[in-house]
């Protein structure tokens, strides 16, 4: 996470936390420095959550933490303020330390987590996947009936870069599930699957080929990383501008599409090579062998 809070501090910027009256408990509120934004004058319209890190002016809407860099430090590198200022976890500045919430230390599984059962198999097998393969490389298990909410779902473990599992994400094998993807919450995490990328400890080289999804990571192999869906995050934009050669391969729908191009051109701004992906299936998780073996070697993937 971006540690806005010592940023703000080391340029004298203005800024206030809760207990004035433009400030809810756990932001920060500083000026908007859209120039339409109250006449000009800003306000202090701009929230930071301390916990999640997302800003949003309550008079623009949705502000990019880039636009709000370029603003303050046009003349500074984005990568080097990034690593300047880059935390390990959630923002928690010592006069408000006690405000916001503290996340696990310790994953609790879901109920009957366990081996993978007939259905989970079959399930696989349909979709063209090898079971052993999964549990062996992924760590992917099964949850059984008695898993609640979660029953008859894949156990998916989420890990961070120096694989250590820090949350993780269900999938429902059962038919007609509204809910087929489900991520742990952020309470119940030791890192937000929202700064992570799913599998990155398993990138060696200097390449990493960007997927939606953990099933398109599956198919694709080492060298493949998912945002969990197309709305990525800058923290997860940020872990991926440390790679020289990034390569956003998304769905091929439209709001897929969308996001994609939007990554890529967040991406172009950091030294290196950024480009859209698109292959003729029209998601990369129905993949032929054929077809991710052929990819793999154009893009010269380890």
């Not at 860099?69 to 200022?85: I, N």
């Not at 998601?283 to 054929?290: E, R, V």
Request: glycine share 8%; proline share 4%; charged share 25%.
């Amino acid at each position: 996470m971006f540690d806005l809070v010592t940023f703000v501090k080391d340029r004298n910027i203005h800024h206030m936390f809760d207990g004035h009256h433009h400030c809810k408990q756990g932001w920060m509120q500083i000026h908007c420095p859209k120039p339409q934004c109250a006449g000009g004058t800003g306000g202090y319209h701009l929230g930071f959550n301390l916990e999640r890190g997302n800003l949003n002016c309550w008079r623009c809407g949705k502000i990019t933490l880039r636009e709000l860099l370029e603003y303050h430090a046009p003349d500074e590198s984005l990568r080097e303020l990034f690593h300047k200022y880059e935390t390990r976890g959630e923002v928690k500045p010592t006069q408000i330390q006690s405000r916001v919430r503290n996340r696990v230390s310790k994953i609790s599984l879901p109920e009957d987590v366990g081996p993978l059962l007939r259905p989970h198999i079959e399930y696989l097998q349909k979709r063209r996947f090898l079971p052993s393969m999964l549990y062996d490389q992924w760590g992917v298990r099964g949850i059984g009936p008695l898993g609640g909410a979660a029953a008859w779902s894949l156990f998916i473990p989420i890990y961070d870069h120096n694989a250590n599992l820090v949350t993780y994400q269900t999938r429902s094998i059962k038919k007609d599930d509204g809910s087929k993807y489900v991520l742990c919450s952020t309470e119940k995490s030791i890192k937000s699957p929202h700064e992570l990328l799913y599998a990155e400890h398993h990138i060696k080289g200097d390449a990493v080929v960007i997927m939606e999804g953990v099933i398109d990571v599956w198919r694709f192999g080492s060298g493949a990383v998912a945002t969990f869906g197309v709305s990525w995050s800058e923290l997860q934009a940020l872990r991926l501008s440390h790679f020289h050669r990034r390569y956003v391969l998304f769905d091929s729908d439209r709001a897929a599409t969308h996001q994609a191009y939007k990554l890529a051109k967040w991406l172009s701004g950091f030294p290196g090579i950024t480009e859209i992906i698109t292959i003729e299936e029209s998601d990369p998780g129905s993949m032929s062998d054929k077809s991710v073996r052929k990819l793999r070697k154009e893009l010269e993937i380890e």
